[in-house]
């Protein structure tokens, strides 16, 4: 891989705000007394009063009306389809444009970075109760920011080597740099939660250990990190990757894909698939497209992340779906697709085939006796509450992947269901935590 790939790879794609056009834009807003983005938030952030904020150029103020009501406000900003949420609430719509709030927030978080500001305090620990939080990713540390807020010890178990979850590994630099994801996990730790990396719950220790360890509760942050591929002739060829497996691959190494020169096809017409293309591109493939078995239209992608691959001259094919991988001596040299309207067809060469048609939760079925639904996922209620008492889960494990704030909120859910609820064991003298073996 060249010193030029590696570069882009690791480069930011899109501008933020100057201080200038950050006041412009801030100056744009309608100062709402109800204001509708605010309702549009699912983490709960409050768009009219940090836009207040810098249009007054109180930074700090900015910063922590963000923090405190979303701690991964840093990555938020730069992959949260606003465009969906909040500014398509914005009032100013119907005059000529929505205020742009996502690079209005980044500016915030931009500032909190450049000058060092401390936007939360490490509260006092009031609590006795320590909680445990599986997994890393967004859900678990807005579950456990919440959880120390509120004054419990809180310790998050990380089967990686690094803190983010799909923000670390499938998300590339280009969308969200490594500096803004680590400056999210540092106001997670500035609480003062405690991380422990490359250990396994299920695994490496067991939820009774953590019990016999004096964890009263546990939250499940799990993401999506089992492979979906689909059931067509050739799948197991070298050359075919899992959406997940390539892009963690790609963050793991730097960019270091191995790609250089070589023809790569992308399946899928989602932002996952949209972030396996760029990848692809930016770190040195020859060719790149992507397929899609429905239209542009119906295409589940963020909008400005399709610009962005068209920016690179990634082609998007629709309403093609694979029907055979073929090789030779093992390895992928074509893909084969079959037509929508059922009587199209093409044949594409190919070195690398990446599937971007899903993700699924590793096998849980034997995790601490809890009840799974049908497609495999934590069966949970919008509290988080699962079928174990003492147990609770959100985010991708529980809903089949949705957008990252949405995880913060469902990670904000759950933290305030566990309160209470150690709470209430806590007015009555109830052991916590029951084991799997008691509730089975």
């Given at each position: 891989m060249s010193k030029l790939a590696k570069a882009e790879y690791v480069s930011e794609a899109q501008a933020g705000f100057t201080h200038r056009t950050a006041m412009e834009e801030a100056a744009r807003c309608l100062l709402c007394h109800d204001a509708p983005c605010s309702a549009g938030c699912p983490a709960g952030t409050?768009?009219?009063?940090?836009?207040?904020?810098?249009?007054?150029?109180?930074?700090?103020?900015?910063?922590?009306?963000?923090?405190?009501n979303n701690i991964l406000g840093g990555s938020c900003a730069r992959i949260c389809p606003y465009d969906k949420l909040c500014e398509e609430a914005c009032s100013r719509t119907g005059i000529d444009r929505p205020i742009e709030i996502g690079k209005l927030q980044r500016y915030a978080m931009e500032q909190e970075r450049i000058f060092k500001l401390q936007t939360l305090?490490?509260?006092?620990?009031?609590?006795?109760?320590?909680?445990?939080?599986?997994?890393?990713?967004?859900?678990?540390?807005?579950?456990?920011?919440?959880?120390?807020?509120?004054?419990?010890?809180?310790?998050?178990?990380?089967?990686?080597?690094k803190a983010g979850g799909m923000l670390a590994y499938g998300v590339p630099p280009a969308r969200l740099p490594r500096e803004a994801l680590e400056q999210d996990i540092n106001a997670v730790r500035g609480l003062g939660v405690e991380f422990v990396f490359n250990t396994k719950v299920g695994g490496d220790i067991g939820v009774d250990e953590l019990k016999t360890k004096g964890f009263a509760a546990v939250f499940i942050g799990a993401g999506l990190w089992s492979a979906k591929l689909p059931d067509v002739e050739g799948v197991a060829l070298d050359g075919v990757w899992p959406a997940i497996d390539f892009l963690k691959k790609a963050a793991s190494t730097g960019g270091d894909t191995g790609l250089a020169g070589k023809s790569v096809v992308v399946i899928g017409g989602g932002d996952v698939a949209m972030d396996c293309a760029v990848t692809a591109k930016l770190t040195g493939a020859e060719s790149v497209a992507l397929y899609y078995r429905r239209t542009l239209e119906e295409a589940p992608a963020n909008a400005d992340e399709l610009r962005y691959a068209f920016s690179l001259g990634i082609p998007i094919m629709t309403n093609f779906a694979p029907a055979r991988l073929?090789?030779?001596?093992?390895?992928?040299?074509?893909?084969?697709?079959?037509?929508?309207?059922?009587?199209?067809?093409?044949?594409?060469?190919?070195?690398?085939?990446?599937?971007?048609?899903?993700?699924?939760?590793?096998?849980?079925?034997?995790?601490?006796?809890?009840?799974?639904?049908?497609?495999?996922?934590?069966?949970?209620?919008?509290?988080?509450?699962?079928?174990?008492?003492?147990?609770?889960?959100?985010?991708?494990?529980?809903?089949?992947?949705?957008?990252?704030?949405?995880?913060?909120?469902?990670?904000?859910?759950?933290?305030?269901?566990?309160?209470?609820?150690?709470?209430?064991?806590?007015?009555?003298?109830?052991?916590?935590?029951?084991?799997?073996?008691?509730?089975?």
């Open positions: 409050d768009p009219g009063r940090f836009i207040r904020s810098i249009r007054f150029r109180n930074a700090k103020g900015a910063a922590e009306t963000i923090r405190e305090k490490a509260p006092e620990l009031k609590k006795a109760a320590r909680i445990a939080c599986v997994g890393a990713g967004p859900a678990s540390l807005a579950c456990a920011a919440a959880l120390a807020t509120a004054g419990y010890r809180v310790t998050i178990f990380e089967a990686q080597e073929v090789g030779s001596g093992g390895k992928l040299t074509a893909v084969e697709f079959k037509g929508r309207d059922g009587k199209s067809s093409a044949s594409v060469a190919a070195d690398v085939v990446v599937f971007a048609t899903g993700q699924a939760p590793e096998d849980m079925s034997g995790f601490a006796g809890l009840r799974l639904t049908e497609k495999g996922m934590i069966d949970a209620d919008s509290g988080g509450n699962t079928s174990v008492p003492g147990i609770f889960a959100a985010g991708d494990a529980v809903n089949g992947g949705k957008t990252v704030v949405e995880a913060v909120a469902a990670g904000k859910a759950a933290a305030a269901e566990m309160i209470a609820w150690l709470e209430r064991g806590a007015q009555s003298g109830a052991d916590s935590l029951q084991s799997a073996k008691e509730v089975r």
